[in-house]
């Protein structure tokens, strides 16, 4: 964590609760080439949260992420990260696991998460670069190019890069995806780790159980709109997979 609550809570002109809540979306839909991808989508995570998006694909999970982290705009609507809308404070507190790794192909992984730490700030970068790297079980490949790494091992860099400034709101799109059991254990430890630090974690993926395992929350996309926000404790594997329609 880069900033307390507390110097949080004192700012002059902070908004009504921006200081306990994580992610606030009033009313946000999204069109790409005039079509909805998003339609008036309505959630407030508080800090702290653990939330699973699921639903089909195309359903528009990547995209809710996407305007979670400020890279790309609602079409319609208020997204409020953090008590802000967009700028360069907003996103040093966003960690974004995405489809694409976002990591510079040629350099080696701990280049890459070495560069990002910099870029951030983070004292000791390098070596809080291998902590990471080493956590998530690649930090035998830290001198290999991205470029060489199967696809598990560069989605285990990207999440090094995307945890190594102590984010306060983690994106993680499928990170499981693609994972050997051995790796899905090691990145499910780290994820539960910085939750225990007060990182808000937001991830999609498929797998019913592991969310309700992982999550305390669970949001449920069906063709844009936001047809499901439950609390993981008040669900079962059942109920959830026959509210996905078989399509998870
Ligand atoms: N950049 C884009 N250009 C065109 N269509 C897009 C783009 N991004 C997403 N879409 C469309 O939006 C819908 C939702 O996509 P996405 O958010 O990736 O769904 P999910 O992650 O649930 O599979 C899909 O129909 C997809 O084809
Ligand atoms: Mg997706």
Redesign the pocket.
């Known amino acids: 964590m880069t900033t307390s609550a507390s110097i949080r809570l004192g700012r002059p002109g902070a908004r009504a609760g921006s200081a306990s809540t994580a992610v606030s979306l009033r009313g946000v839909s999204k069109s ?2 005039g079509r909805a ?1 998003l339609s008036e989508v309505s959630v407030e995570l508080p800090r702290g949260s653990f939330v699973s998006v699921m ?10 992420l996407r305007v979670m982290s400020t890279l790309t705009g609602a079409t319609e609507g208020e997204v409020r990260i953090f008590g802000e809308s967009r700028g360069a404070a907003v996103r040093a507190k966003i960690g974004m696991v995405a489809h694409e790794t976002m990591l510079y192909d040629e350099l080696t992984a701990l280049e890459n998460v070495t560069l990002f730490a910099r870029l951030h700030g983070v004292p000791g970068a390098a070596s809080r670069a291998r902590l990471m790297l080493e956590q998530l079980g690649v930090g035998a490949v830290a001198h290999a190019a991205v470029r060489s790494m199967s696809r598990g091992v560069a989605q285990r860099v990207a999440l090094a890069r995307a945890l190594v400034h102590g984010p306060e709101l983690l994106l993680a799109d499928e990170v499981f995806a693609g994972l050997d059991v051995g790796s899905r254990e090691l990145v499910e430890g780290v994820l539960t780790e910085a939750w225990g630090k007060g990182c808000t974690i937001v991830t ?1 993926g498929h797998d019913v159980e592991q969310s309700l395992r992982l999550s305390e929350r669970v949001l449920v ?1 069906e063709r ?1 709109r936001l047809v499901m926000d439950e609390w993981a404790h008040r669900l079962t594997a059942g109920s959830l997979r026959e509210r996905l329609g078989g399509r998870a």
């Open positions: 790409i080439d991808v639903g089909a694909n195309g359903a528009g999970k990547s995209t809710l999609c996309l844009g």
